[in-house]
């Protein structure tokens, strides 16, 4: 079977992402003995490694960075709801693995968003220590077969990993699109940078981003993925005729004081796709 991770980038990223696949492709997660698995209320807890499944998939997130921006909590609910939906009778486990520094953070953060799906805090981060995980969170989540071979490797926030994890666990055929055949266009965006200065981070910001298709064919809008659970991006679905422009509302809201610089991620069919934008200032 032929298996592909999705990147759209400049060439010296795609050979260092070749790279990565290359080295994980078909090489055999390792788990600590004696994982367990409990949802932040301790009341249920479940033996994910000893279940029989055709697959399984395994994300790793450690604690050098704000667990808040990582998890992508609301995500990772719709994921695992949309896995059970495909899989009918599979019963694919997602396997959370998390190294972090403060457990009653997560705990709090968990609660917070009513995860109640069960997860290992992994506190020696033994997950790791077995496999050495590529630095880039970007690579830190696996899709595995039943002998815990890696089957992809890329995270499902990314939409197109996210088209290649479900369709190998619907067993459909994946091979490269091609290309030729999909409608391209252009997009000009006025700025990818908005600086939000110093403010009070009890009240929201807002940042607006316009792209303006300059093409001859429509723009279509795939996904807007950003880089944290604070920040969300509002915008119009319907196709951009030529000429015209759309709006990206983002707002971020803080949970704490901090200097932020977040990333929205658009992606849409343009060559340049995914089309990175920040926003950056000091939430006091």
Known sequence: MLLLV???????????????????????????????????????????????????????????????????????????????????DKNIPVLFYFYPKNKSDLYALLERHKFIYPVCFDEEDSLNK????????????????????????????????????LKIIQSEKIGRKDESKVTRTKADIGRTLVPLGKFDWRKEQKAVFVLKNTGDKPLVIQDVVTSCGCTSAEYFKKPVRPNDSLELCVTYKAEHPEHFDKTITVYCNTASSPIVLRIIGTAQ
């Open 6 to 88: 999705f990147y759209s980038c400049d060439r010296n990223k795609k050979e260092a992402i070749d790279s990565i696949v290359k080295k994980w492709m078909g090489k055999e997660i390792l788990f600590p003995e004696n994982s367990l698995f409990i949802t932040y209320d301790n009341r249920d807890s479940v033996d994910f490694l000893s279940m029989k499944s055709d697959y399984r998939i395994v994300t790793y997130v450690n604690s050098e960075t704000c667990f808040s921006c990582n998890l992508r909590l609301p995500f990772w609910k719709g994921f695992v709801m949309e896995v059970d939906s495909v899989s009918l």
């Open 130 to 165: 077995l496999n050495h995980f590529p630095t880039d969170m970007a690579f830190q989540t696996f899709l595995l077969n039943s002998d815990n071979k890696v089957l992809a490797i890329g995270n499902p926030i990314n939409p197109k990993v996210k088209e290649l994890y």
